[in-house]
T-cell receptor
């Protein structure tokens, strides 16, 4: 529902390192958890999502994990590249049908 | 998301004027959304519509109005009652779970 907390707000990593962004939520009815990437001046783009019936999903260098008991989910980016630099938003779809609740975003900077 | 268009990309208006932002989609999505984004801020939901001729207020609806007369179109009017209208406005559409965003309109009111 309304409370989606995202941490950290900024994250700097060296190229090749891993990056992890974590979100927590409070609505036990939440069943869908997408992640969006927004480059400067561009639209947010859906990069990966997970539904409540699975615990982990991978797509090449990115993965999302979900812990429904603890009510948190995380985005993992491995072998980071400078082009991964962007703002990442988590979101969740809870008991209010039809809408998503977004976290406040994480500015990821990958240094070459 | 290439099927969601917003026009214009940049819009300038004088204070006290109403302005309407366009959002069109050809993805046959039932649901459409309007978000506002301020510099360094997250995405705040203004209005959303799950079906034609029906819409719901989001978290910051005051000073805004919408209509949903056609499935493909969801225009947003920023009225003179909106105290701080300068922002980046994003339209989105979706089905069931996923939402896909349009390219956005950057509105500047002086």
């Amino acid at each position: 529902g309304e409370n989606v907390e995202q941490h950290p707000s900024t994250l700097s990593v060296q190229e090749g390192d891993s990056a992890v962004i974590k979100c927590t939520y409070s609505d036990s009815a939440s069943n869908y958890f997408p992640w969006y990437k927004q480059e400067l001046g561009k639209r947010p783009q859906l990069i990966i999502d997970i539904r409540s019936n699975v615990g982990e999903k991978k797509d090449q260098r990115i993965a999302v994990t979900l812990n429904k008991t603890a009510k948190h989910f995380s985005l993992h980016i491995t072998e980071t590249q400078p082009e991964d630099s962007a703002v990442y938003f988590c979101a969740e779809r809870g008991s209010t049908l039809g809408r998503l609740y977004f976290g406040r975003g994480t500015q990821l900077t990958v240094w070459p | 998301d290439g099927g969601i268009t917003q026009s214009p990309k940049y819009l300038f208006r004088k204070e006290g004027q109403n302005v309407t932002l366009s959002c069109e989609q050809n993805l046959n999505h039932d649901a459409m959304y309007w978000y506002r984004q301020d510099p360094g801020q997250g995405l705040r939901l203004i209005y959303y519509s799950q079906i034609v001729n029906d819409f719901q207020k989001g978290d910051i609806a005051e000073g805004y109005s919408v209509s949903r007369e056609k499935k493909e179109s969801f225009p947003l009017t920023v009225t003179s009652a909106q105290k701080n209208p300068t922002a980046f406005y994003l339209c989105a559409s979706g089905v069931t779970y996923e939402q896909y965003f349009g390219p956005g309109t950057r509105l500047t009111v002086t």
